[in-house]
């Protein structure tokens, strides 16, 4: 077993390091949607890891991905949901299932952030439960009309573009399900901010659609295999952001180490006493699972491997280990960890959203503890996407 990175991704990981360090880490401290810090991540290939130069992407695959999502999160988390929905989650999903020229219009701008992406599965009744969607997707003939009401969509208010699964016949479940791109500026698409308690970087919405059109193309692979293309992009998301958990992880611990290492109580650095050791040693043991279990998910996808079991196990201990480490973070610091001066509290607030997002922590026990029982198998063999987008170098 070789556990290290290789020449390629190791030089893409130091590429992403040092733009955190000039364009995030050294500017101005404000939260919030920054669309020039989105365009210079466009411009330099950061979203491009796992997409072919025909789609302006580096063919580096999701390792490389992977590496790039840790160091943007470990700079800022905030930051993650937009960059899974930029550099996977919208134009990988477009490319495995859209005919050519939907790819040709929409894969590469979004890969080099020319516009924006969202993906719209949660709905007020439809959670975890992807299959009780309710949004309503018709067959007009020469279009489809869309109706229906979406929630906590990540880029939902900025976006250029959506993905959107809705169903033609709610009796149907999950075997009703389509999906569908629809560009934003359609007549009856509106959009409400929604305040929550962080990631600011990546703003979230409500969706309305009220008699949206989409046109036929758009359809995303066959008319009633919705489900089938959720359930792809949801493993492929998981890569995302369960190493978006290890970068906050790794960020908590730094900034732990650090304080350690400057504060002094009782005549003595408080890292010198041994129960805040055991705090930096249980922290650097998560971070070093977590981040080993998530490089052995992403590298079993690239070698086009089976890794619904492997990505769920590592989502799942990824996003409790940054839940407690942005805990431990704050036990370290003391009533500084309370303050707005320093980091961790941010740490503490965008550490939550990795036990809720592309499937709940919940979610991930029930798929692993079922395949582990005999329940249901959740290792399937490969999908077989309808083009070889491969190829098309
Ligand atoms: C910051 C943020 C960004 C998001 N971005 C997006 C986005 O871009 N697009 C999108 O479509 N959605 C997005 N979501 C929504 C997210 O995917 C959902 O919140 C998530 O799938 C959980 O659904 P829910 O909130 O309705 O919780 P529910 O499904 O209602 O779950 C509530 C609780 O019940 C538990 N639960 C539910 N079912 C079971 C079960 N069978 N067994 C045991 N426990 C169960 C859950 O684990 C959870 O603890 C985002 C959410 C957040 C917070």
Redesign the pocket.
Known sequence: MDFGLGEEVTAIQDMARKFTQQEILSGPEEDGFKRDLVTKMGELGLFGCAFPPRYGGSDSGFLAHSVVTEEISRADSGLR?LFN?QALTVPYTIMEWGIPDVKDKYVEDLVSAKRIG?????EPNA???IASIETRIEDRGDHFLINGA???????TIADLAIVYGTHDRNLKHRGLCAVVVETDQPGWSTRDTP?LG?KASP?AEIYMENVKAPKENLLGEWGKGFTIAMTALDRGRISVASGAVGLAQACLDASVKYANERVQFGKLIGEYQLVKGVIAEMVSQVEAARLLVRRGAWLNDKDRPFTREIAIAKYFAGEAVVKAAGMAMEVHGGMGYSLEMPVEKYYRDSK?YQ????????MR?LIADDALGIKKANRPRIHVPSDFRDLN
């Open positions: 949901p929905l969202c993906t719209c599965f949660s959670g975890s439960d979406k929630t906590w969509i990540s880029n939902g929550k990631d979230i959203l809720v997002g592309e499937g709940t922590s919940n979610i029930l």
